[in-house]
């Protein structure tokens, strides 16, 4: 059984370290990106949905929106306005197989643009609480957020809202450390209000901000046996076995 999730594979940016500290690199890596590529890394198109933007299909407010189709010339305009070429950048992962892909191949897109870029593998028991530590200046790192609860507030104020941001804290899941009041405050009235073109119009224009490289959505991948009957899945809690039955 394979099934989509609310969830989302993204590179965080740090937008208070160089270069990403600039909106045209962190817009400049977005438009570089050719997202089939880490979607096929992960295991192709039945199992990852290439995404440009912050929230995953299915939760209010959702709208396919992509401003960021590959354009590499456009992308090393932007890096070369920006005075930013040349300068190192670390990529940080975990030490999974598929995470190191996919890093490597971001490493890749940072060359193309003219960066001096290396990749730093953690094991993945430490590696998601030091990305989310500002103290470690990690300039971009791989990470994932499978929701919460199944709210679109989860992903556009859990992940990028100001209150996420808990400087030097090893439990911040603002990663970039993107904050924009006005955009939280616009969210807030949206949800209250259940207006989904409200909460899109945020999506949009935290997408255009560009606090991350959104990647793609994965899918959920559930082996059981021909004897498994009554098999329901959830997006947010996943196979719900207490709904099967095995004959």
Same mark, same amino acid.
């Given at each position: 059984?394979?099934?989509?999730?609310?969830?989302l594979?993204?590179a965080p940016?740090?937008?208070h370290?160089a270069p990403f500290?600039?909106?045209?690199?962190?817009r400049?890596?977005?438009?570089?990106?050719?997202r089939?590529?880490?979607?096929k890394?992960?295991?192709g198109?039945e199992l990852a949905?290439?995404t440009?933007q912050?929230?995953?299909p299915?939760?209010?407010g959702?709208?396919p929106y =992509?401003?960021?189709a590959? @354009?590499?010339?456009? !992308?090393? #305009?932007?890096? /070369?306005?920006?005075g930013?070429?040349?300068q190192? &950048?670390?990529?940080v992962?975990d030490?999974s197989?598929t995470a190191?892909a996919?890093?490597?191949?971001?490493?890749d897109?940072l060359?193309?643009?003219?960066f001096?870029?290396?990749l730093?593998?953690l094991?993945?028991?430490?590696?998601f609480?030091?990305?989310?530590?500002?103290?470690?200046?990690?300039?971009?790192s791989?990470?994932?957020?499978?929701?919460?609860?199944?709210?679109?507030?989860?992903?556009?104020?859990?992940?990028?809202?100001?209150?996420a941001?808990?400087p030097?804290s090893?439990?911040?899941?603002?990663?970039?450390?993107? =904050?924009?009041?006005?955009? @939280?405050?616009a969210? !807030?009235? #949206?949800?209250? /209000?259940?207006d989904?073109?409200g909460?899109?119009? &945020?999506?949009?224009a935290?997408t255009?901000a560009?606090p991350?490289?959104p990647?793609f959505?994965?899918r959920?991948?559930?082996?059981?046996?021909?004897r498994v009957?009554?098999?329901?899945?959830?997006?947010e809690?996943?196979?719900?076995?207490?709904?099967?039955w095995v004959?």
């Open positions: 059984h394979i099934n989509p999730t609310f969830a594979w993204f940016l740090n937008v370290v500290d600039d909106p045209r690199v962190r400049a890596l977005n438009l570089a990106i050719d089939r590529a880490p979607a890394l992960y295991g198109a949905s290439p440009c912050i929230l995953p299915g939760l209010l959702y709208v =992509c401003p960021y590959p @354009d590499l010339p456009q !992308a090393r #305009a932007l890096v /070369a306005a920006s930013t070429a040349g190192r &950048v670390t990529v992962t030490d197989p190191r996919i890093g490597t191949y971001l490493l897109v060359g193309d643009l003219g001096v870029a290396r730093r593998t094991s993945g028991a430490v590696q609480n030091y990305i989310q530590n500002s103290a470690n200046q990690v300039q971009i791989l990470t994932t957020w499978y929701a919460d609860y199944p709210s679109p507030t989860n992903f556009l104020s859990g992940v990028f809202g100001c209150a941001f808990r030097n090893s439990a911040s899941p603002n990663i970039s450390g993107f =904050c924009d009041p006005a955009l @939280d405050a969210l !807030a009235v #949206a949800v209250a /209000a259940g989904a073109d909460i899109a119009a &945020v999506d949009r935290m255009d560009a991350a490289v990647l959505n994965p959920s991948i559930d082996v059981v046996s021909r009957g009554h098999f329901v899945f959830h997006e809690f996943r196979w719900l076995i207490g709904q099967a004959n």
